[in-house]
């Protein structure tokens, strides 16, 4: 357990449906941060927020939508998604703009879109 | 933010010591350097980071040229759990964590 959450652990859906991802840390974070992983690719990053403010989108489709009710709670609510969606969605989480100050990383959504 | 270059993939023998390399010839004088490592079907796991000086800690040892344009991760006695992808990453003030392919370190029994 790194102190970051994220459920399902596993996610099969097809196009038309509706689901959340849902993340959560208890570490005293600021930043919260939705990365994607497809396979043998490196990691994207998403979604930036710090104290609750979203700071950056990464050019995602709008099939992706993030909320962040609190510096603890992070989700990323899923819609219509394509089948090359399909990918290891990682959560993470620091202290923003504390360059010296790691990320600790939860341990992903497993995406299948069927 | 400051690019990085690592070999695609390593190997090594386990009980014997491995040296990641990093190069970031266009690093700043503010940027640290991080180093994170991502076990098969899990997320990455912060290593360690440096900005100057070298460093230690319970899992690494990090090497940073005198010029710091170039570092070296540093695992003392590599064991079959240390098989992952190891990411080297330049980070600043206001800047993302930015992954790479990073290498693939493979350990032999």
């Known amino acids: 357990e790194t102190g970051v959450t994220q459920t399902p652990r596993h996610l099969v859906m097809g196009m038309t449906n509706k689901k959340s991802l849902k993340c959560e840390q208890h570490?005293?974070?600021?930043?919260m941060y939705w990365y994607k992983q497809s396979a043998k690719k490196p990691l994207e990053l998403m979604f930036v927020y710090n104290f609750k403010e979203q700071t950056e989108n990464n050019s995602v489709p709008s099939r992706f939508s993030p909320e962040c009710p609190n510096s603890s709670h992070l989700f990323l609510h899923l819609h219509t998604l394509q089948p090359e969606d399909s990918a290891l969605y990682l959560c993470?989480?620091?202290?923003?703009?504390?360059?010296?100050?790691?990320?600790?990383f939860g341990s992903g959504t497993r995406l299948t879109v069927v | 933010d400051a690019k990085t270059t690592q070999p695609n993939s390593m190997e090594s023998n386990e009980e014997e010591p491995v040296h990641l390399p990093c190069n970031h010839s266009?690093?700043?004088?503010?940027?640290?350097i991080h180093w994170y490592r991502q076990l098969p079907s899990q997320g990455p796991e912060y290593v360690i980071h440096g900005l100057t000086s070298n460093v230690n800690n319970r899992m690494a040892s990090l090497a940073i040229a005198e010029d710091r344009k170039s570092s070296t991760l540093i695992l003392h006695r590599a064991t079959l759990r240390d098989a992952a992808v190891y990411y080297c990453?330049?980070?600043?003030?206001?800047?993302?964590?930015?992954f790479g392919q990073g290498t693939e370190l493979s350990v032999k029994p």
């Open positions: 570490l005293g974070h600021n930043a």
């Open positions: 990453i330049i980070y600043n003030q206001g800047g993302k964590l930015i």
């Open positions: 266009t690093i700043s004088g503010t940027d640290y």
């Open positions: 993470a989480s620091s202290q923003a703009d504390r360059e010296n100050y790691g990320y600790t």
